[in-house]
């Protein structure tokens, strides 16, 4: 009765059932609550005091949002030991997410001017040499994740240095968070997102949003408005595209399938294309909207607050309040 092992046992089966039925990364962002409102009522006080305006508040905050993704991966990632499928395509998937974002860090550093303050001191090696150590930490205990880490960080920052042709930051920051919540979908345990892959009603509406606003924020920036679509074709459209969404959900509620993912924001990008194709005109603050909620979502799905405060940032900083009713008649 009062044997040791049995004891432990008892209690790790215990924390195992709490965390299936507590997303603790729900539970996270619910005592992160105060910190987001202090965010929410001084945001734009602090967002000039540190020298951001609204000429330079998207660049500053796709860099840094971005500088917070690289450093979450590398610490709080998690680690190849915990990968259920020994011919798992997560590891690749993961490399190739940390060598586009390491780019991408690399190369905006490099258009600030941080990457020149940087050659001039001494703290390069110092910044290089911590670099080094977060990428082997971040695919422990497997010699060959530690070569695939460290490949795709050095490849990163080279191709980031070199890189010089123009691009849109919110672009390529919507698809690099998107593109990491479907591999939270894929392997949750990795993440710390769900236990051994049992997910709940919540954590499956969190990678939703996350994967909703990616595909707006896209949608909404390259869809033009040109209002050349019939009305008794469009609404047949619209109805068949509607009922593929809802099935997908179903469908996704019930298997936790990637494919079934991927296909359901598809269904949905169709959606909002066809309606922004229909109007005369597009709300351009969707794009921006869709944006900074992304990164609120992201930064709570995978219990990174900062990335969270960068996007409550962001929206404090737009002229114009969210509205839910400007993102439902997009679908």
Not at 235 to 241: C, M, R, S, T
Not at 262 to 280: C, D, N, P, Q
Not at 320 to 325: E, S, V
Request: proline share 2%.
């Amino acid at each position: 009765m009062f044997n040791e092992m049995s004891i432990v046992t008892t209690a790790v089966s215990s924390f195992n059932n709490a965390a299936l039925y507590s997303p603790y990364f729900f539970v996270v962002a619910l005592l992160s609550a105060p910190l987001f409102f202090m965010v929410y009522l001084y945001g734009r006080d602090f967002v000039s005091r540190i020298g951001w305006n609204n000429q330079n508040i998207e660049t500053k905050v796709s860099f840094w949002s971005a500088v917070c993704l690289v450093v979450w991966l590398m610490i709080f990632g998690g680690n190849y030991a915990v990968i259920r499928d020994s011919i798992s395509l997560l590891p690749v998937t993961i490399a190739l997410g940390l060598f586009v974002s390491m780019a991408y860090v690399v190369n905006k550093a490099k258009k600030l001017g941080y990457l020149l303050k940087l050659r001039d001191k001494k703290i390069k090696w110092f910044a290089l040499i911590a670099l080094i150590v977060l990428a082997v930490f971040s695919a422990k205990p497997n010699l060959w994740g530690i070569l695939l880490q460290l490949s795709a960080v050095f490849c990163g920052v080279i191709v980031g240095d070199r890189f010089n042709k123009k691009y849109s930051d919110i672009s390529l920051n919507s698809l690099v968070f998107g593109y990491f919540s479907i591999l939270v979908l894929m392997q949750p345990e990795f993440f710390r997102f769900g236990q051994l892959g049992n997910l709940t009603l919540v954590h499956l509406l969190a990678i939703l949003l996350c994967g909703f606003f990616a595909v707006t924020a896209l949608v909404t920036k390259y869809t033009n408005a040109r209002s050349k679509i019939y009305q008794s074709a469009y609404i047949k459209l619209k109805w068949l595209f509607r009922i593929l969404a809802i099935l997908g959900i179903v469908l996704f509620v019930s298997t936790e399938s990637v494919p079934v993912c991927l296909g359901l924001l598809g269904a949905v990008a169709i959606l909002e294309m066809l309606t922004i194709y229909h109007s005369k005109q597009i709300l351009d603050k969707l794009c921006k909207q869709s944006w900074g909620l992304l990164l609120v979502c992201f930064g709570i799905t995978v219990i990174c607050p900062a990335i969270s405060l960068l996007g409550m940032l962001y929206l404090e900083s737009l002229p114009d309040k969210i509205q839910t009713k400007d993102f439902s008649r997009l679908l």
